[in-house]
C-alpha cells in the first residue's frame, strides 16, 4: 500500500513539474513576443485597428495565464530592487528601459530643434506632452481623430518601446521642434545650450501615491507592500532616475542659470492651463496664441478630452501583467489623501531634509517642505 502511494506522489509531482514547466514556457513566449511588437516604435507608431488586436490577443493569453499567474503570485514577493538595474550611479527601471537604452540616451547629440519635456516619473509627463504637442499646432490637430498616439511623435529618450528621437517629426511651423521625453536627472541628461527643455514637477506626496498607483496596475497578482513602496522612493539606489529631491533640486538649479530651461509645476497647470501654454509658446519663440487658440489647447488638452481618447496617451505598451485600468489623468492635487499619515511623514521628511541639505526652496511652489 505505502509503495502505490509513493508512486502515486511521484507520478503527481511530475505532473506538476510538467505543469510548471509548459507554463513557464508559455509564460515566455508571451512576453517575448509582446517585446518584440512593443519595442522600438512598433506598437505606438502602428495603426489603431493593430494595437487593439495587440490588447485583445494580450487579454486572451492573459485569461489562459491567470491560474498560473496567481499561483506564482502567491509563492513569490516583489521585490522593486529585481526590476531594477543601474547606470552611471542612476537606477533605472528594467522592462521599459535597459543598460543599453540609457547609453544610447546619454550620447545623444541635441539639436537646436529639440524640446525635451523632463520629470520625475508620475509628475505629469504625458499632459505636460500633449500641452507642448497643442501649442505647437495652436490646437488646429488632434490626434485621437488621425489615429495617432502621442508616443508616434514624441519618442521616450531612454526607453526601449519608443522610435529614436531623429526619426521623430519636427511638429509647428516657423519654429518647429521635435518632442523628447524624458525622466533624465540632470547629471544624465543630454544638455545643449541651443536646445530647450521643459521641467514639470509636482507635489512628493502625490508623485508617491500615482507611483503606487501605476506600479499596482502594472504588477497584476504581484502585490507590492505600501512600506516598500515607500523604502523604493525614499532611496537614492534604488529609486528610478533619483528620488524627488534630488531630481527636481538638479534642475531647479539649472533652470534658475540657464535661459533654455522652463521650470513648471502640475499644479499650476491645474490652476491656469491657458497661462502655461501662452508661458510654453513665449518660451518657444513662438507668436503670442489668440483667443481661439487658447480654446482649442485648453479643450484638447483637459483631463476629459484625455481620457475620453485615452488611446491616443497610452504610457506604455500593453502587457501580461497590466490591468488595463484608467488610471492617469485624474486631475486633482491632493491625490494622496488616501495615504496612511506615517508613510505621508516618512516621504516629507525625507524630502525636507535633502532640500535643507542642498539650500533648494523651490521657489515657494511647495511651502510644507521648506
Request: contains cysteine; hydrophobic residues 40%; proline residues 7%.
Amino acid at each position: 500500500m505505502i509503495e502505490w502511494v509513493l508512486l502515486l506522489l511521484l507520478i503527481l509531482g511530475c505532473l506538476a513539474l510538467v505543469l510548471a514547466g509548459v507554463g513557464f514556457l508559455y509564460l515566455y513566449l508571451v512576453t517575448v513576443w509582446t517585446q518584440y511588437h512593443t519595442q522600438r516604435g512598433r506598437y505606438f507608431c502602428a495603426p489603431l485597428d493593430k494595437r487593439r488586436r495587440l490588447k485583445r490577443w494580450l487579454q486572451r493569453h492573459r485569461k489562459n495565464l491567470e491560474p498560473f499567474l496567481c499561483l506564482l503570485g502567491r509563492l513569490s514577493h516583489v521585490r522593486l530592487q529585481r526590476a531594477t538595474f543601474r547606470f552611471q550611479g542612476v537606477a533605472g527601471p528594467k522592462g521599459s528601459c535597459s543598460p543599453e537604452s540609457f547609453r544610447r540616451a546619454v550620447s545623444y547629440k541635441p539639436e537646436p530643434c529639440d524640446l525635451f519635456l523632463v520629470s520625475q516619473l508620475r509628475c505629469g509627463t504625458t499632459w505636460l506632452q500633449q500641452l507642448a504637442y497643442q501649442v505647437l499646432v495652436r490646437g488646429r490637430e488632434e490626434l485621437a481623430a488621425q489615429g495617432k498616439t502621442l508616443g508616434a511623435v514624441s519618442p521616450w529618450l531612454e526607453s526601449v518601446w519608443t522610435l529614436p528621437p531623429p526619426l521623430a517629426p519636427l511638429i509647428g511651423v516657423g519654429p518647429a521642434y521635435r518632442l523628447i521625453k524624458t525622466h533624465f536627472p540632470i547629471q544624465l541628461c543630454p544638455f545643449s545650450p541651443q536646445a530647450r527643455y521643459i521641467y514639470i514637477t509636482r507635489h512628493p506626496l502625490d508623485c508617491f501615491a500615482s507611483c503606487l498607483d501605476y506600479l499596482r496596475a502594472n504588477l497584476g497578482p504581484f502585490q507590492l507592500e505600501l512600506a516598500e513602496a515607500v523604502e523604493w522612493f525614499c532611496s537614492l539606489e534604488w529609486m528610478w532616475w533619483t528620488p524627488w529631491p534630488y531630481h527636481v533640486a538638479g534642475w531647479w538649479q539649472r533652470a534658475q542659470t540657464a535661459e533654455n530651461v522652463l521650470f513648471v509645476t502640475y499644479e499650476q497647470m491645474i490652476k491656469d492651463l491657458p497661462g502655461i501654454a501662452q508661458q510654453i509658446a513665449n518660451f518657444l519663440g513662438l507668436e503670442p496664441l489668440n483667443e481661439e487658440e487658447l480654446a482649442a489647447i485648453k479643450r484638447h488638452s483637459s483631463f476629459g478630452y484625455m481620457r475620453e481618447h485615452s488611446e491616443a496617451f497610452e504610457m506604455a505598451p500593453p502587457h501580461l501583467l497590466q490591468s488595463f485600468e484608467d488610471l492617469f489623468l485624474q486631475g486633482r492635487p491632493g491625490r494622496h489623501s488616501h495615504l496612511p499619515e506615517e508613510a505621508k511623514s516618512v516621504i516629507l521628511e525625507y524630502c525636507r531634509s535633502i532640500l535643507a541639505g542642498q539650500n533648494i526652496s523651490l521657489g515657494g511652489h511647495y511651502p510644507d517642505l521648506v
